[in-house]
C-alpha cells in the first residue's frame, strides 16, 4: 500500500475505534445505573444523581417512546443499549464510507481515471445518503423531537427524495414505506454506476 493508503486506513481504523469506545463507555454507564437502581444506595447521593443527569437524556424519549406502543417502561435502559450500538455502526459505517470514497477518488484521478472519479464520488454519495436515510428511520424509533439537530438535518436532508415518494407510494396502513422505495432506487443507480462509470 501506498503512504497515503495508509493513512487512510489508520484514520479509519482508529476513528472507528474511539466510536466502538464511546458505545462500551455509554453501554457501562447505562448498567451503572441499573446497578446502582437496584442496590440500597441513596437515590439523591451526588454519584446517583452524576449517573442519572448523564443518561436521563437518552433513556426518557425511550421511555416515552415504549410507554406510546405499550410496552414496560422498565426496557427502556436495554433499548436505549441496542440504539446506542445501532448509531454506533452507523457512525462507523459513514466514517469508513466517507473515507474510502475520498481515497477511491484521488486513486482514481492519480491514475488519470477522470470518469472513475466521478464514478467513485458518486457511488460514495449515494452510500452516505442512504446511511442518512436509515439514521433517520433508527431516530424516530427513538422518538427523536424534530428540535433536535441531528434530527433537524436528517430530516431536511434526507426529505427531497422520501417526501416526493411519499406522495407517490401509499403507505402500507400505518407504516410508510417511501424508504423501502428509496433504499431500491438508490441501489438500481449504484448498480448503474458500477456496471458504466467504475466498469472499466
Known sequence: M???EVLFVSIIYYANAAIVGLIVAFIVLVLVRLALNY???NPFSRPVHRVRSMTDPFLTPVRHALMG???KPTMAPLVTILIAILVGWLA???VTDVLSTILGAIIAA???????????????????YTLLIFARIVFSWGMVSRRNRVMRFL????????G????????????DISPIVAFLIIWLFQKAIAET???F
Open 197 to 199: 462509470l467504475l466498469r
Open 155 to 162: 430530516v431536511d436532508a434526507t426529505e427531497p427524495l422520501l
Open 164 to 175: 416526493p415518494l411519499r406522495r407517490i407510494v401509499p403507505p402500507l396502513g400505518m407504516m
Open 2 to 4: 501506498t503512504p497515503l
Open 39 to 41: 442496590a440500597d444506595v
Open 92 to 94: 462507523t459505517k459513514l
Open 69 to 71: 406502543f405499550g410496552f
Open 110 to 128: 492519480r491514475f488519470g481515471r477522470p470518469v472513475a472519479v466521478v464514478g467513485t464520488l458518486l457511488y460514495g454519495f449515494l452510500s452516505v
